[in-house]
């Protein structure tokens, strides 16, 4: 995959994150935290269904399709089964418990909600397998597209909704978000119709099936840990703390999700990279180097948004005031999952993925332990720190894991940096406002160590910088 065809497939989550930055505030300020907070509980139902209906087949469509030269017969039989699934899922619910997921995820019985969550399900099922489709095809471009469509929807519904005045309602909220799955889907349809109609005059091999789900059996556990890992904050907050707490914690997530932009983009590029190496036998001493890459860029995030993590009050109604001091804790999920996928190389390169898997269930355990504990007393800043202390300790056993299968890694340095980071986040979450001035003196403070710690990392992306910019400005001059 070349430099301008990882640009096209980057080009949507980067754009996409960045329009759901810009949504967080409108919504905000439009609808009550209440609300927000039941919008997350769609949000995790949707991730769950995903991996439940998938049955981990999605991945082995992904796994096959360049050896399988009958792709319209791997697709029926990836996708069928999922399908056939849900649909009876869908079928029990509507008609034997209309009330049951409205009552489940929002508090509110409502057989109008139950449907549109259904729904909702169904198109983000949809979505996946339609979107892997795309993806296995190199269209990069359309992928893009695919990941900006419903985020842009969304934000046009919504500020039609401010400018019409329009009643602010859950269900009105909830329309939104389904009306932005449903153009994202119509897109897909389109762009897969060929591949649809051939898949669907296609015989499933029961042979091949099994095979199949051999494969995927592992990758529901795997998954479903992972899952847990980045959703039991906010189920915990549901179950032991209040929608509205639920609402602060979740725009913190949302304006969190710049880090996520950086995990996506480096999980795109970093993977195709370090494979090839491997099977080339070459540069696999660069992972260190890379490793400390990443880890310098990961503690300059973490103190630039401790520093200027006060800005975003400005963006936020009173009600929101504690985002600032939790945005920080919250930064921890997609930043140490990220530096965590540098040193993990290891367990894919042995091909031991039951080490990855335990080290997602370990965590998960943790995240829901510590949760337990804290979230009764501290609310959505208890969510933020004990997700935080898990994604430590997650990225502390990959990396052990990784050097007891594969090659001892340097990780001192990684696991002192990193943990210093988490402490420091979980003082602002839960001292910040009593601390006042004197907390921004330590990320200050910290950020001057890591300057020297880092030094080189800083000034080779700095001389990368210059040299790039010089060579631009050669070629347009």
């Given at each position: ?170 269900i009105n909220l909830l329309l939104a978000n389904v009306i932005g799955m449903t153009s994202v889907v119509l897109l897909l349809f389109w762009r897969t119709r060929h591949e649809l109609l051939m898949a669907i005059k296609q015989k499933i091999e029961l ?104 800005v975003v009050s400005f963006f936020l109604p009173p009600q929101y005031n504690s985002v600032k001091y939790i945005l920080v804790a919250c930064l921890s999920a997609p930043l140490l999952y990220t530096l965590s996928e540098t040193t993990v190389v290891g ?76 402490l420091l986040s979980g003082v602002f979450a839960f001292y910040g406002e009593f601390l006042g001035q004197y907390i921004y003196g330590l990320w200050a403070f910290f950020s001057v160590v890591f300057g020297f710690l880092f030094k080189k990392s800083y ?19």
């Amino acid at each position: 995959m070349n430099a301008k065809k990882i640009a096209s497939f980057a080009l949507g989550p980067v754009l996409s994150a960045l329009l759901g930055l810009i949504s967080v505030p409108i919504v905000a300020w439009y609808f009550s935290a209440e609300d927000i907070g039941r919008i997350t509980m769609l949000q995790i139902s949707m991730t769950l269904a995903i991996m439940m209906f998938s049955m981990g087949l999605d991945q082995a469509y992904v796994r096959e399709y360049h050896e399988e030269h009958n792709k319209p017969a791997l697709l029926k039989l990836t996708l069928l089964p999922g399908t056939i699934l849900l649909f009876v899922f869908c079928l029990v619910l509507a008609v034997w418990f209309p009330f049951f997921l409205s009552n489940l995820l929002f508090g509110i019985k409502s057989a109008l909600l139950s449907s549109f969550v259904i729904v909702a399900i169904v198109l983000s099922f949809l979505t996946r397998f339609l979107s892997l489709i795309i993806r296995m095809q190199e269209q990069g471009w359309i992928f893009s597209i695919s990941q900006l469509l419903p985020k842009m929807t969304f934000l046009i519904l919504i500020g039609l909704y401010v400018l019409g005045n329009v009643d602010k309602q859950f269900i009105n909220l909830l329309l939104a978000n389904v009306i932005g799955m449903t153009s994202v889907v119509l897109l897909l349809f389109w762009r897969t119709r060929h591949e649809l109609l051939m898949a669907i005059k296609q015989k499933i091999e029961l042979k091949k099936l099994r095979d199949v789900l051999q494969y995927s059996y592992p990758l529901i556990i795997a998954g479903l840990a992972f899952w847990g890992l980045s959703s039991i904050d906010k189920v915990l907050l549901r179950s032991l703390s209040t929608f509205e707490q639920l609402g602060i914690y979740s725009v913190a997530v949302s304006f969190a999700a710049l880090g996520t932009i950086f995990q996506s983009v480096f999980s795109t590029v970093w993977a195709p990279i370090v494979y090839k190496w491997a099977a080339n036998n070459q540069n696999l001493e660069k992972v260190d180097e890379v490793t400390e890459h990443v880890l310098a860029f990961v503690v300059f995030v973490f103190c630039a948004a401790g520093l200027f993590s006060w800005v975003v009050s400005f963006f936020l109604p009173p009600q929101y005031n504690s985002v600032k001091y939790i945005l920080v804790a919250c930064l921890s999920a997609p930043l140490l999952y990220t530096l965590s996928e540098t040193t993990v190389v290891g367990i894919g390169l042995t091909k031991r993925m039951s080490f990855a898997m335990l080290a997602s269930v370990f965590a998960f355990l943790v995240c829901v332990l510590a949760g337990y504990l804290l979230i009764p007393i501290y609310g959505a800043a208890g969510a933020s720190v004990a997700t935080s202390f898990a994604f430590w300790l997650f990225l502390v056993m990959r990396t052990e894991f990784s050097s007891y299968v594969w090659r001892p890694l340097p990780r001192v340095k990684l696991y002192v940096c990193s943990l210093v980071c988490v402490l420091l986040s979980g003082v602002f979450a839960f001292y910040g406002e009593f601390l006042g001035q004197y907390i921004y003196g330590l990320w200050a403070f910290f950020s001057v160590v890591f300057g020297f710690l880092f030094k080189k990392s800083y000034i080779h992306v700095w001389s990368y910088l210059k040299s790039f910019l010089y060579i631009k400005d050669k070629g347009s001059a």
